[in-house]
């Protein structure tokens, strides 16, 4: 339920969530989430080798996707929590939400 998870205020960690990303983005607005809201895509989160991390917002979260060629396997973070993360060119995510992303992975 997209709705009520947009009205819990918590920060959201999708596995595998780049397909359906349109669907969450729509669900996440319509639940008042507000556009403006940090989102992150986290690609082969758990690979350091290859990892991928791009910061966007929750409105142009499947925009970004597009432009960015990213794919699956990737962790979308959706919240205020990338907020406390953010480092000074805005396209990486801090220790925090790695973690989260590594921990949705098992």
């Given amino acids: 339920d997209w709705v009520a998870l947009a009205r819990s205020g918590l920060t959201l960690v999708v596995y595998m969530g780049v397909a ?10 319509r639940g008042g989430l507000p556009g403006s ?12 080798d290859t990892q991928r991390t791009v910061r966007t917002t929750l409105d142009a979260l499947v925009a970004t996707i597009a432009r960015e060629r990213l ?3 990737s962790v979308l973070v959706l919240g205020r929590a990338l907020a406390a993360d953010e480092t000074a ?3 990486t995510v ?13």
């Fill in 20 to 29: 359906r990303a349109e669907a969450i983005r729509d669900a996440l607005l």
């Fill in 71 to 73: 794919r699956s396997p």
């Fill in 89 to 91: 060119g805005g396209t």
């Fill in 94 to 106: 801090g220790p925090r939400v790695a973690a989260a992303a590594r921990a949705a992975l098992g």
């Fill in 37 to 48: 809201l940090p989102a992150a895509i986290v690609q082969s989160a758990g690979h350091a």
